[in-house]
């Protein structure tokens, strides 16, 4: 019962919709958009980083006991162009949003779209051909309490 189990039913959300997700145990190949869990590795081009909230107490209980939690999932979508970052992340808002991730020892709410940013220039890499990667962020949020 720890927010990395909640971490990992997120990540089983993004396998299951086709997303590669590339966590501490490695990248498991295959083809797909790669989905990280923190930091990433290498240069891709495209890829989504998943950053995830340590779970906030929003409720307790008179015996001050924590009742629910609230969690952030905050991804930041890359692509070469700005269409493709919005591609990418409305096929990570289909993945997520109203899913339910399923952790033991927790109860989850649906994730529900909280905030979308336009894609931007990233001007903190290097350019290609005069050109800036771009990227755009997807947040949803959901709550979670322990059974």
Not at 5 to 21: E, M, N
Not at 39 to 61: D, I, N
Not at 79 to 85: K, L, N
Request: glycine share 10%; with cysteine.
């Amino acid at each position: 019962m720890t927010a990395q189990s909640l971490a990992a039913a997120v990540g089983a959300l993004f396998t299951a919709s086709g997303f590669v997700w590339v966590s501490t145990a490695g990248d498991p190949g295959g083809g797909g958009v790669r989905a990280y869990d923190g930091q990433v590795l290498g240069s891709p081009a495209v890829f989504v980083r998943v950053g995830q909230t340590l779970p906030k107490v929003t409720s307790r209980s008179l015996a001050r006991t924590r009742q629910a939690h609230w969690c952030l999932v905050r991804c930041t979508v890359t692509g070469r162009a700005a269409e493709e970052v919005r591609v990418i992340a409305q096929d990570v808002i289909d993945a997520l949003e109203g899913a339910r991730p399923a952790a033991a020892g927790w109860q989850t709410t649906p994730l529900a779209l909280l905030n979308t940013r336009e894609p931007t220039e990233d001007r903190d890499v290097a350019a290609t051909n005069g050109r800036w990667p771009m990227f755009g962020v997807v947040e949803l949020e959901y709550t979670a309490t322990l059974t």
